[in-house]
């Protein structure tokens, strides 16, 4: 089944054209055979009526028996009351006298013959012609009409499938359209130039697109407002905690900090809540810079550096790009500060961390490489998810990579996760982003543990 729209209108006017060019093709064989066949009739009259003027006396008394062509017309010229032919140009062919006048057939020496006789008053003509060489020359004629349809069908075809293609290019840029179509650029379709056929689908399109811009909008604004609401009672709650802290008991220590604990796990949530928001929220007119990609790199790599080494671990940034993109910097420094402390949460310690800058065409793309346990294959297609966490032994929101993966499409950018195929265990997060200027590639100073 073509499930191609392209493909099926290619094919179905393909098709149809060459059945009608079949059919055309079987008319003008036909139409050729009958109109050949007239002119061999009509060649037959004309020397019939050339005998009639006198030019039966030219022909030989006694010819040679065989000295004509089995191609050429015979001619048998009658005198009234004569038993044998007054002239003949092949004396080894008897054709009926009786032959009534007009065009007629008769079978001679196992031959079938084409017969035109002429009668007049002083003699009577017959001019004859072999019924195979009349096939031959019709067949012959017929089938060269078969050679144009023959050659213009499979240039139809051609001209069918550019004309299709050309048709269908709208729909084509269309579905790029609708394909680049995400939480970060919900922008309706072009209607200006767009086929009446197509219109309704368009307009269906940007309908939905409003309305899962208004439902993202409103979820967002959720978020933003249930985190900034909660904020205050978790931060009211910290500091209730904090002014209890001297009044604990040594027996319910223990209780206490886990208490603790979970409010500041609350919190973090909140944050990321808040942090997801801003990504999630359009540009609006925020005004962006030129951020050097390998600053923020290694400002990442500050960052969870006194973890690191409070966990032994070996973690720098090492081969790098000079490479900018235009952004807003806290944007790609949460991104990429997202993408290192999650290398850092599921590295064990003593475990190694690798970052490094690469470009690709107009991308610039950052990896961040660890040698931890990995992810099964089959979870790595919901890593991006919300809330989603690989390992739930590691403490995390879940919220990490889906404000990474809503950042990057805000400025155009892509992420990835995927298992090392080095022969070392662990994950490779990349991120990307367009380069607005780039140089040539330059290795900085590593900046390890």
């Given at each position: 089944m073509i499930k191609s729209?392209?493909?099926?209108l290619v094919v179905a006017l393909g098709l149809l054209v060459t059945v009608i060019g079949i059919v055309q093709g079987v008319s003008s064989y036909q139409l050729s055979k009958t109109g050949m066949s007239a002119l061999l009739d009509l060649r037959l009259e004309q020397v019939a009526a050339r005998m009639r003027d006198g030019y039966a006396e030219g022909i030989p008394e006694n010819p040679a028996r065989g000295s004509q062509d089995d191609r050429d017309v015979?001619?048998?010229?009658?005198?009234?009351d004569a038993d044998l032919p007054f002239r003949t140009t092949d004396p080894a062919l008897h054709f009926?006298?009786?032959?009534q006048a007009g065009f007629s057939g008769a079978e001679v020496n196992d031959e079938h013959w084409r017969i035109f006789t002429r009668e007049e008053p002083t003699m009577t003509i017959q001019v004859a012609q072999r019924s195979s060489v009349r096939r031959e020359i019709t067949q012959k004629a017929a089938t060269q009409t078969l050679w144009p349809i023959a050659v213009l069908l499979p240039l139809v075809w051609i001209a069918v499938a550019l004309v299709v293609r050309r048709s269908l290019r709208?729909?084509?840029e269309l579905g790029a359209e609708v394909q680049a179509i995400d939480m970060s650029h919900l922008q309706p379709l072009p209607t200006v130039g767009v086929p009446t056929e197509i219109a309704p689908f368009i307009d269906s399109i940007n309908t939905m697109i409003e309305r899962l811009a208004t439902s993202i909008e409103k979820e967002r604004k959720f978020i933003a407002d249930a985190a900034h609401e909660l904020r205050t009672p978790l931060t009211a709650l910290q500091l209730q905690a904090d002014n209890l802290a001297p009044h604990i008991v040594a027996g319910n220590q223990e209780r206490f900090q886990e208490l603790r604990k979970g409010i500041a796990r609350s919190g973090k949530l909140i944050t990321q809540l808040l942090r997801l928001a801003r990504a999630d929220a359009p540009m609006n007119g925020a005004p962006l810079s030129r951020v050097d990609l390998?600053?923020?790199?290694?400002?990442?790599?500050?960052?969870v550096l006194p973890i690191a080494i409070a966990r032994g671990m070996d973690i720098g940034a090492e081969e790098m790009v000079n490479a900018h993109v235009r952004a807003v910097e806290t944007d790609i420094g949460m991104a990429v500060k997202n993408l290192v402390s999650n290398a850092v949460r599921y590295t064990p310690d003593g475990g190694t961390i690798d970052l490094r800058m690469r470009r690709d065409g107009e991308m610039v793309w950052v990896d961040v490489i660890d040698n931890g346990p990995g992810i099964e294959e089959a979870l790595l297609p919901r890593v991006f998810d919300r809330f989603?966490?690989?390992?739930?032994?590691?403490?995390?929101s879940g919220l990490g990579l889906s404000i990474v993966k809503a950042i990057a499409a805000r400025y155009g950018g892509d992420v990835t996760l995927k298992n090392r195929s080095d022969g070392h265990s662990g994950i490779v997060a990349?991120?990307?982003?367009?380069?607005?200027?780039?140089?040539e590639n330059v290795i900085a100073p590593?900046?390890?543990t």
């Open positions: 729209l392209k493909n099926q015979v001619v048998v010229v009658w005198k009234p009926p006298r009786d032959a709208q729909l084509t390998s600053e923020v790199v290694t400002g990442a790599v500050a960052d989603f966490r690989a390992n739930p032994d590691v403490e995390g990349s991120i990307s982003f367009p380069v607005e200027e780039v140089s590593a900046l390890n």
